[in-house]
């Protein structure tokens, strides 16, 4: 594969980064990285299926524990989800331990944290705020879509991860997980929280 091919990819926003996942769809079987350079068309059949692995919208339905990425209504993946320790009912307030519910964005992404990647969701919106200020109390905030925590820290949540609610209110998912949810989603998708 030619870098020029990677750099238009980049440019186009079509690939974050030359990662293993983003390059298996560059080739079709056979193909090896000292092929010569696609041609124009293959380079347009990579650039729509990389498009379509791209979801316009991801869905958390709580009270199955599932986190769905959906492109055009209908679900691409779907993966298994730890809420935070008190999940039932819409967040409030700072340590209430809930995840919140309603439509926010993902609107940044860190790679070094306590936690492998995360990407975090709009909350507090203006109607969280408002609610919590009508109690006088902090709606809390830092609310991510995570991986599990890195080795040698919260050891204490280690054995907790697997089957349990744990997260302070966030959505938890396997490493593997993040990695293609990181791929699969941009700044501005959409993420809807249900109960």
Same mark, same amino acid.
Not at 94 to 118: C, H, I, M, N
Not at 166 to 187: K, L
């Given at each position: 594969?030619? +870098?020029?091919?990677?750099?238009? /990819?980049?440019?186009?926003? /079509?690939?974050?980064?030359?990662s +293993?996942?983003a390059?298996?769809?560059?080739?079709?079987?056979?193909?090896t990285?000292?092929?010569?350079?696609?041609?124009a068309e293959?380079? +347009?059949?990579?650039?729509?299926?990389? *498009?379509?692995?791209?979801?316009?919208?991801?869905?958390?339905?709580?009270?199955?524990?599932?986190?769905?990425?959906?492109?055009?209504?209908?679900?691409?993946?779907?993966?298994?989800?730890?809420?935070?320790?008190?999940?039932?009912?819409?967040?409030?307030?700072?340590?209430?331990?809930?995840?919140? $519910?309603?439509?926010?964005? /993902?609107?940044?992404?860190?790679?070094?944290?306590?936690?492998?990647k995360?990407?975090?969701?709009?909350y507090?919106?203006?109607?969280?705020?408002?609610h919590? +200020?009508?109690?006088?109390?902090?709606?809390?905030?830092?609310?991510?879509?995570?991986?599990?925590?890195?080795?040698?820290?919260?050891?204490?949540?280690?054995?907790?991860? *697997?089957? $349990?609610?744990?997260?302070?209110?966030?959505?938890?998912?396997?490493?593997?997980?993040?990695?293609?949810?990181? $791929?699969?989603?941009?700044?501005?998708?959409?993420? $809807?929280?249900?109960?």
């Amino acid at each position: 594969m030619s +870098a020029r091919l990677v750099f238009i /990819l980049l440019c186009c926003g /079509l690939v974050a980064s030359p990662s +293993a996942g983003a390059m298996s769809l560059l080739f079709k079987r056979g193909e090896t990285s000292t092929a010569a350079e696609p041609s124009a068309e293959r380079a +347009a059949e990579i650039a729509a299926e990389y *498009r379509r692995l791209v979801a316009d919208l991801v869905v958390v339905e709580k009270s199955e524990r599932r986190l769905y990425l959906v492109k055009d209504e209908r679900p691409l993946r779907s993966y298994p989800i730890s809420l935070g320790f008190a999940p039932k009912g819409p967040k409030e307030r700072e340590g209430d331990g809930r995840t919140p $519910e309603g439509r926010y964005v /993902l609107d940044w992404r860190r790679t070094q944290s306590q936690f492998y990647k995360a990407i975090h969701i709009s909350y507090p919106s203006a109607r969280d705020r408002s609610h919590a +200020a009508s109690m006088g109390v902090d709606p809390g905030g830092l609310i991510m879509i995570h991986g599990q925590p890195r080795p040698n820290e919260h050891a204490e949540l280690q054995a907790l991860v *697997r089957n $349990e609610d744990w997260t302070q209110g966030c959505i938890a998912v396997s490493n593997q997980a993040i990695d293609e949810i990181w $791929e699969a989603t941009r700044n501005g998708t959409p993420i $809807e929280i249900r109960p």
